[in-house]
């Protein structure tokens, strides 16, 4: 049970907090520029005097390691950029309104911890803040009071942690009820719903598009690093074949999701944030019929992130019997076939680990397996699923 959520003060002004990084990273430029052109300069003195660069008493200073922060004066330190090896976590939006807890998850960072997934807009179309740029969230209901997004961006930087915002795109209960027009719709025109009873969006309508990308371009200018698409698909479960798309295109599903991502990107990339997506675990082993195509895909962005739990494999997937015993081994193979299919793209391999129990409960061993598959796959690092956000310990700590 979670407590009330905070209501914070003011208002968030997406303008102004761009604006203000834009103008933090120039003096960054400018303040390097300078530290450039200083050594040289000492260099060639050294070399004229042939003295020794480093003599009396002096220390050659060490190069910070990627995504961490830069020691800036007078103002809130920033995340260079992805860390060398991102080692992160979930956290739903609801978890981070109860006081005190995001500060508990940043506190991870003494243990290992280098990026941290916080949900923007989850599963329930719950977006976590209430943006004044996206005035459709408040009249479907999705705009939410869990957390201050330039708040939560300002106490990562200082942790020196590298913030992910993350965005399911077309399931959409939220948007889906409040405007009908814009969901997926069965033959009598009701709004078609999941297994689960959900309701989502149409992949077809642009205005669709646009909710999302505004929502993500409002975390992006609160500070958010990396913004994380998800469900960036068409729907697989449920009664899939009495889904009506009103202004469906005589285009691949592939196609209309490549669009989209494409969009998305073009919106994104001029904020200075990374863009990228989760896909399915299986989505380049084989087509599922959902419109992720990993290759096309990773054309338009910085960062693939496929869920490979092996408890979502069945059996014989890969010629395992039970994928789902042997973690490791599942996820080398997925993987692997990500690997293949990305091969020559300039896009970076996260995969999704499984941290929670379903058909048997995970070990420490369990999780590390899987962590020791995605090294040895080469991967840019890892991150941890778990819904209610209760992680092993000590799995976090670097190779």
Same mark, same amino acid.
């Given at each position: 049970?979670?407590?009330?959520?905070?209501?914070?003060?003011?208002?968030? @002004?997406?303008?102004?907090?761009?604006?203000?990084?834009?103008?933090?990273?120039?003096?960054?430029?400018?303040?390097?520029?300078?530290?450039?052109?200083?050594?040289?300069?000492?260099?060639? *003195?050294?070399?004229?005097?042939?003295?020794?660069?480093?003599?009396?008493?002096?220390?050659?200073?060490?190069?910070a390691?990627?995504?961490?922060?830069?020691?800036?004066?007078?103002?809130?330190?920033?995340?260079?950029?992805?860390p060398?090896?991102?080692?992160?976590?979930? *956290?739903?939006?609801?978890?981070?309104?109860?006081? /005190?807890?995001?500060?508990?998850y940043?506190?991870?960072?003494?243990? /290992?911890?280098t990026?941290?997934?916080?949900?923007?807009?989850?599963?329930?179309?719950e977006?976590?803040?209430?943006?004044?740029?996206?005035?459709?969230?408040?009249?479907?209901?999705?705009?939410?009071?869990?957390?201050?997004?330039?708040?939560?961006?300002?106490?990562?930087?200082?942790?020196?942690?590298?913030?992910?915002?993350?965005?399911? *795109?077309?399931?959409?209960?939220?948007?889906?009820?409040?405007?009908?027009?814009?969901?997926?719709?069965?033959?009598?025109?009701?709004?078609?719903?999941?297994?689960?009873?959900?309701?989502?969006?149409?992949?077809?309508?642009?205005?669709?598009?646009?909710?999302?990308?505004?929502?993500?371009?409002?975390?992006?200018?609160?500070?958010?690093?990396?913004?994380m698409?998800?469900y960036?698909?068409?729907?697989?479960?449920?009664?899939?074949?009495?889904?009506?798309?009103?202004?469906?295109?005589?285009?691949?599903? +592939?196609q209309?999701?490549?669009?989209?991502?494409?969009?998305?990107?073009?919106?994104?990339k001029?904020?200075?944030?990374?863009?990228?997506?989760?896909?399915?675990?299986?989505?380049?082993?084989? @087509?599922?019929?959902?419109?992720?195509?990993?290759?096309?895909?990773?054309k338009y962005?910085?960062?693939?992130?496929?869920?490979?739990?092996?408890?979502h494999?069945?059996?014989?997937?890969?010629?395992?019997? @039970?994928?789902?015993?042997?973690?490791?081994?599942?996820?080398?193979?997925?993987?692997?076939?990500?690997?293949?299919?990305?091969?020559?793209?300039?896009?970076r391999?996260?995969p +999704?680990l499984?941290?929670?129990?379903?058909?048997?409960?995970?070990?420490?061993?369990?999780?590390?397996?899987?962590?020791?598959?995605?090294?040895?796959?080469?991967?840019?690092?890892?991150?941890?699923?778990?819904a209610?956000?209760?992680?092993?310990?000590?799995v976090?700590?670097g190779?």
């Amino acid at each position: 049970m979670f407590n009330d959520p905070p209501v914070f003060p003011g208002r968030i @002004d997406p303008s102004d907090r761009f604006r203000d990084r834009r103008r933090r990273a120039r003096r960054r430029r400018q303040i390097r520029s300078v530290a450039i052109l200083a050594v040289l300069i000492g260099v060639s *003195v050294a070399l004229a005097l042939n003295a020794s660069l480093f003599t009396g008493g002096g220390k050659k200073p060490s190069p910070a390691p990627a995504g961490s922060v830069a020691a800036t004066t007078g103002e809130d330190p920033a995340v260079s950029g992805p860390p060398k090896e991102i080692r992160g976590v979930h *956290v739903s939006a609801a978890l981070a309104s109860v006081p /005190g807890k995001l500060d508990e998850y940043l506190k991870l960072h003494r243990r /290992g911890l280098t990026a941290l997934e916080l949900d923007v807009k989850d599963e329930n179309g719950e977006i976590g803040f209430r943006s004044p740029v996206v005035p459709l969230a408040h009249r479907v209901g999705a705009a939410q009071r869990y957390y201050d997004p330039t708040e939560v961006a300002r106490k990562a930087h200082k942790a020196g942690v590298y913030l992910i915002g993350r965005i399911v *795109v077309f399931e959409d209960p939220r948007l889906s009820e409040g405007e009908p027009s814009r969901a997926i719709r069965t033959s009598d025109g009701s709004v078609w719903r999941n297994s689960n009873g959900l309701g989502w969006t149409n992949p077809y309508d642009q205005d669709v598009w646009k909710y999302n990308v505004d929502i993500a371009v409002t975390a992006a200018k609160a500070g958010f690093d990396e913004i994380m698409f998800d469900y960036v698909r068409f729907p697989s479960d449920g009664d899939v074949g009495a889904a009506v798309y009103p202004g469906r295109r005589s285009e691949p599903k +592939w196609q209309t999701i490549a669009d989209f991502v494409q969009y998305a990107t073009n919106r994104l990339k001029p904020l200075g944030v990374q863009v990228s997506a989760a896909l399915f675990g299986l989505s380049a082993t084989r @087509d599922l019929g959902i419109g992720q195509k990993p290759r096309l895909l990773g054309k338009y962005l910085d960062a693939i992130y496929p869920m490979v739990y092996p408890s979502h494999f069945g059996s014989g997937e890969f010629n395992i019997s @039970d994928p789902d015993a042997v973690p490791g081994r599942t996820v080398s193979f997925a993987l692997l076939d990500f690997r293949r299919k990305l091969e020559g793209r300039n896009v970076r391999i996260v995969p +999704w680990l499984q941290d929670f129990s379903i058909y048997r409960t995970y070990t420490t061993g369990d999780v590390e397996q899987q962590i020791d598959a995605a090294r040895r796959a080469d991967s840019a690092g890892y991150m941890l699923w778990n819904a209610n956000g209760d992680y092993t310990r000590g799995v976090l700590a670097g190779r």
